[in-house]
């Protein structure tokens, strides 16, 4: 393990046993994050990216089940603790989520404060709770006195960075950042983007960012990786993913936001595979243009070049 490592997840499989039948959303992924990084987790939508940010807060919602693999933090396997240990030591101690759709998950009957400090009562916090509360609007930038507001009376942006506060106060090391910017206007999510850098100066924090917008991450992330249906197609550096992409899947991600800059909004051509049965080879072969013979036969293995790019594709 490498000196800095922080959080690594091996062959992480999660399915969901719907009535339809097993749904392999999360598929044999391998990823890591480093003490102080900003990691970068893009795909459609569909392709797995919350499930992986459930499993390592282990929230994976009903049908659901982490089916095999390992979550390790600092080196010990988090999937082998029990529940009691788990959200004792980990859950919102050491690794804290804001979830998709989190500026809504706010109670609407209770003023911020109240919502925060029983998060922190709950987690036994030892210190003056309203001294805590301060230091966190600081730290998320923003007036303490807002704390005393109810979530209705807080525009989308305060309420994310509040969600952002609470989510940060019991110190964790690790903030997994699930669609943290969706829904709110371009210079509100720009501000949230320099948060988030500053955080992780600030606190040394790590951070995995969850989006379907790559375009986002070209502004914050360090690596990064790219998901289709369940499994990794591609991670390296965020300057070899944007200037030489090698997956024609993550390509095309990035020429899709090449196009949203000209107002035309184009997808990639064609629709994620059935993940209840996903074809064989590559995931990738019904809607890839390189796409032949031996990529509907044989699944690629993940191949590395010198530039710290990881590919799982048969051009190369
Ligand atoms: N509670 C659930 N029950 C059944 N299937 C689920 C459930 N949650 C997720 N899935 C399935 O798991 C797959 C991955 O979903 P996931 O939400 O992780 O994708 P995502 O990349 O985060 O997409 P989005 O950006 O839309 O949230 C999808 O096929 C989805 O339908």
Redesign the pocket.
């Known amino acids: 393990m490498r000196d800095r490592m922080l959080l690594e997840v091996r062959n992480l499989k999660v399915y ?1 046993y ?1 009535k339809r039948g097993i ?1 392999k ?2 598929d044999g992924v391998n990823l890591y994050l480093d003490k102080g990084e900003i990691v970068g987790l893009a ?10 940010g ?1 499993a390592i807060m282990r929230l994976v ?4 089940k982490i089916e095999s693999g390992e979550i390790l933090f600092k080196g010990e396997n988090i999937l082998k603790l029990d529940e009691e240990a788990f959200r004792k030591n980990y859950r919102w101690k050491k690794i804290a989520m804001v979830f ?1 759709g989190s500026m809504s998950g706010f109670t609407p009957v209770f003023k911020i404060k109240d919502q925060i400090i029983e998060v922190l009562r709950i987690h036994g916090w030892n210190g003056d709770y309203e001294e805590r509360i301060k230091e966190l609007f600081k730290m998320v930038n923003m007036d303490p006195q807002l704390a005393e507001k109810y979530p209705h009376e807080l525009s989308g942006g305060q309420k994310q960075r509040a969600f952002i506060a609470m989510a940060l106060a019991l110190n964790p090391e690790v903030l997994i950042a ?2 943290p910017t969706t829904a709110l206007d371009v210079m509100v999510q720009e501000h949230i983007l320099n948060l988030l850098k500053k955080l992780r100066k600030e606190l040394n924090l790590s951070i995995i960012f ?1 989006t ?1 917008d790559l375009a986002l991450l070209s502004e914050i992330s360090d690596r990064d990786y790219t ?1 289709y249906a ?1 499994k990794v197609m591609e991670s390296g550096p965020s300057e070899v993913i944007f200037k030489k992409p090698r997956h024609p899947y993550t390509s095309l991600l990035i020429e899709s936001i090449a196009t949203l800059d000209k107002d035309i909004i184009k997808g990639i051509p064609g629709a994620m595979p059935d ?1 209840s049965s996903p074809p064989l080879g590559c995931r990738f072969n019904t809607r890839c243009p390189f796409a032949r013979d031996i990529c509907f036969k044989e699944e690629p293995k993940m191949k590395t070049f010198s530039d710290g790019d990881e590919v799982a594709c048969w051009l190369y």
């Open positions: 969901f719907t749904v959303a999360v795909g459609e939508s569909g392709s797995g990216k919350s499930t992986i459930y919602p009903f049908p659901g998709q699930d669609e969850i379907h998901l369940g993940l």
